[in-house]
């Protein structure tokens, strides 16, 4: 039973930063690809990061130079700096299925935990 619980987020201002983990149980996360989306009211979900199963990370021009991936043997991170308003929205960590390579679309990734609130004022 794959679970991802997320935690971390919080109200910070403008330029501040914040650390995102997303704990993951019922899988090796080696195993799989991970990433971090977010989804602010009225818009889309929008991808930002993701780690290959390699270790290569990637991420969205949004997050390019402001936000890191990483992960120890549970968790998934996201270490988020110079945060700007536009950052808020409730954040996500989804994997997909062991052996699978990061998707390109976001329906295709295949778990999904239930998201920690990031609010930049």
């Known amino acids: 039973h794959v679970q991802l619980v997320e935690s971390g987020g919080g109200s910070v201002q403008a330029g501040g930063s914040l650390r995102l983990s997303c704990a993951a149980s019922?899988?090796?996360?080696?195993?799989?690809?991970m990433g971090w989306f977010r989804q602010a009211p009225g818009k889309e979900r929008e991808w930002i990061a993701a780690l290959e199963r390699s270790g290569i990370p990637s991420y969205s021009d949004s997050a390019k130079g402001r936000f890191t991936i990483s992960k120890d043997k549970v968790t998934l991170f996201l270490q988020m700096t110079g945060l700007k308003p536009e950052d808020t929205a409730m954040y996500y960590c989804?994997?997909?299925?062991?052996?699978?390579?990061?998707?390109?679309?976001?329906?295709?990734?295949?778990?999904w935990g239930q998201g920690t609130q990031v609010t930049v004022s």
């Open positions: 989804a994997t997909t299925r062991p052996g699978e390579d990061c998707p390109g679309v976001i329906a295709d990734w295949a778990y």
């Open positions: 019922g899988f090796s996360s080696s195993s799989a690809c």
